[in-house]
T-cell receptor
């Protein structure tokens, strides 16, 4: 079945450090891939997405590239800020079986220290 | 657009009481989803609707949980009777077909 695996957190970085959060997936078809972010006390917000292989999603300095050969969608940012502290969720949607729902990873908590 | 609206934002109740959570999706969205988030189990999909019809309720934990969508602009998730283990944050989300989901702010439920 479809699944998403994320690296365990928490990830603790100093401000301006480089960020990578790993995400790999298993899917039967050709899924769309998403990164969502959840700030404390809020709902999930879409951060970026990619709908086909080799697409790069980007937003607010974050990037992720859809790698079909490695079934990965790693999230990166060149210089993190304290305000990036949040929980990040990788997700996929696979329409092969005609049921539309997102499969989420377990989430990775990021803490950025000043 | 106001986004997905959920009410109440916080609910504290005693074990055995009925709890009703409410959701207003974004206008025009065909899909509506109910999720539950806990520290132990993470984010779980409970049920989702397409054009007001329940499509997949396999995530609903047990018969104490029920969800309805009487029209395109309103959905409820009901727990009767509630138990302490139901304490969680419940999210509603909506979307167009084949697009990203937009989440509401959530309802934090505490069952004493």
């Amino acid at each position: 079945g479809n699944s998403v695996t994320q690296m365990e957190g928490p990830v603790t970085l100093s401000e301006e450090a480089f960020l990578t959060i790993n995400c790999t997936y298993t899917a039967t078809g050709y899924p769309s891939l998403f990164w969502y972010v959840q700030y404390p006390g809020e709902g999930l917000q879409l951060l970026l997405k990619a709908t086909k292989a080799d697409d790069k999603g980007s937003n607010k300095g974050f990037e992720a590239t859809y790698r079909k050969e490695t079934t990965s969608f790693h999230l990166e940012k060149g210089s993190v800020q304290v305000s990036d502290s949040a929980v990040y969720f990788c997700a996929l949607s696979d329409l092969v079986d005609s049921s539309y729902k997102l499969i989420f990873g377990s989430g990775t908590r990021l803490l950025v220290r000043p | 657009d106001a986004g997905v609206i959920q009410s109440p934002r916080h609910e504290v109740t005693e074990m055995g009481q009925e709890v009703t959570l409410r959701c207003k999706p974004i206008s025009g969205h065909d899909y509506l989803f109910w999720y539950r988030q806990t520290m132990m189990r993470g984010l779980e999909l409970l049920i989702y609707f397409n054009n007001n019809v329940p499509i997949d309720d396999s995530g609903m934990p047990e018969d104490r949980f029920s969800a309805k969508m009487p029209n395109a602009s309103f959905s409820t998730l009901k727990i009767q009777p509630s138990e302490p283990r139901d304490s969680a944050v419940y999210f509603c989300a909506s979307s167009y077909p084949y697009n990203e989901q937009f989440f509401g702010p959530g309802t934090r439920l505490t069952v004493l």
